[in-house]
């Protein structure tokens, strides 16, 4: 593989998803607690509507399981609970999959560009981009040419729960990515993740979530091949400090 200087200049990473295709992702999240483990699993699947150079529209669905059982192998109460699944880290809700449909049918409409700018988000685009939405969990902010170090800065809302009631935490996520590794057909970056709720938000409840992962992108399709996490969310609240792998 190249250097990575070299292999910055040279590349050239663009989302271009083929029209009338239809790309299949499976989905493994855990969270383990102190008490307990929840997994989401399933597929997520996008058909392609159109692509051009000004923009992608796709159509997605998620077809995915939750489960939760208690940290010794045994059922835990709250589990399944597949009306609406995302993944429950201690208070927050973790790859929630909207509901609605596109306006040809057949999924929830999602458009971004080429360089990976959420045009139309299912959730209204206020969501932490990383954990926040299954359906664009995929889909990483993308370089200008020649940059093997970016970055991808997002003011978002969180969703938890505090005292039995749904609520929504002001929060700041930051990404940091690194170009590691690049052929002339697929590229390898690392993410570094943190998402933090800000200061003054809610003094009832805080939140750090870091961690860090790689998307394997496939250049000649213009797609990811996988994408991986892992990270800590660390809560306190009144009660004291909860963590969740």
């Known amino acids: 593989s190249a250097p990575i200087s070299s292999a ?30 929840e997994t989401l699993h399933g597929l997520v699947s996008y058909a392609v509507r159109a692509a051009s150079p000004a923009g992608i529209t796709l159509a997605a669905s998620a077809t995915v399981k939750r489960e939760r059982r208690a940290a010794d192998g045994f059922a835990a109460p709250g589990g399944p609970d597949n009306a609406a699944p995302s993944l429950k880290a201690g208070s927050f809700r973790l790859l929630e999959s909207p509901t609605g449909t596109s306006p040809r049918g057949a999924g929830t409409e999602i458009q971004l560009d080429p360089f990976g700018k959420i ?18 969990a995929v889909f990483d902010p993308l370089p200008l040419a020649g940059r093997a170090v970016w970055r991808a800065t997002n003011e978002c809302l969180v969703t938890a729960e505090i005292r039995g009631q749904e609520t929504w935490l002001p929060s700041r996520e930051q990404i940091f ?35 860090e992962g ?25 009660a004291g400090a909860k963590r969740t792998e």
């Open 119 to 136: 045009l139309r988000d299912p959730a209204g685009g206020s969501g932490a981009r990383l954990i926040g939405n299954l359906l664009t």
């Open 8 to 37: 910055a200049d040279a590349l050239a990473l663009r989302y271009a998803f083929e029209p009338g295709t239809n790309v299949v992702y499976s989905v493994h999240a855990t969270a383990a607690g102190r008490d307990t483990v």
């Open 214 to 238: 790689t998307n394997t992108f496939d250049i000649a399709r213009g797609i990811p091949q996988s994408v991986t996490f892992s990270g800590t969310l660390d809560e306190t609240t009144d």
């Open 177 to 211: 990515y690194t170009l590691e590794n690049s052929t002339p057909s697929v590229a390898t970056f690392r993410r570094q993740y943190d998402l933090r709720t800000a200061p003054g938000a809610n003094r009832a409840l805080r939140m750090s979530f870091s961690g």
